[in-house]
């Protein structure tokens, strides 16, 4: 059977990559999580522009659904979500969910640290404790029968349609003739 070399997860699921996921709860938290990830240039910040949760229960819970999804994801090896503090989709929660999966997560709301700049250094801190966890993982082997793609159009200019399009096509009907999804 044909591997790749990957990081198992406690859940079950096997990643590629071994990021540290910064998520904010809510974009008013967008900027301190732009000044973490200055600081700690290694991890991945997933910002969005979302607000504070003012839809309808089934709105909150795809919203919900979709950020702890992001923590989620096999490629995640840990994750931190910055809160604001006052949004109805709490850091805390999202944390809790992420960490059901058996990974690192930590949260911090940057009202209960006095402002911005205090956050951003707080979080930081816990950004570079959670790297040091994810440096003692290693790569082995695994099934591509365990590989997910995800896949995204980075936008087009006029050679994608030509040259990498149909590379990307052929890898995914490799992955997926070999069991992969």
Do not use: W
């Amino acid at each position: 059977m044909k591997s790749f070399k990957g990081f198992e997860r406690p859940d079950g699921t096997a990643g590629a990559r071994n990021h540290l996921a910064i998520i904010p709860s809510v974009a008013c938290a967008n900027g301190v999580v732009a000044a973490i990830a200055r600081e700690v240039p290694e991890a991945v910040p997933l910002y969005h522009g979302h607000g504070c949760g003012r839809g309808g229960a089934r709105d909150l819970e795809v919203h919900f659904r979709s950020l702890a999804g992001l923590g989620k994801n096999p490629n995640v090896g840990a994750a931190l979500i910055v809160g604001l503090g006052c949004e109805v989709i709490k850091a805390e929660y999202l944390a809790y969910d992420i960490a059901a999966t058996g990974k690192p997560a930590e949260f911090f709301e940057i009202q209960s640290e006095g402002g911005s700049r205090r956050a951003a250094q707080k979080g930081a801190g816990i950004a570079r404790e959670l790297l040091g966890k994810l440096e003692s993982a290693k790569r082995t082997d695994i099934a591509i029968d365990r590989l997910t793609l995800g896949l995204k159009c980075g936008g087009s200019d006029s050679l994608s349609g030509v040259t990498a399009n149909p590379a990307v096509g052929e890898v995914t009907d490799r992955v997926v003739a070999a069991g992969g999804g």
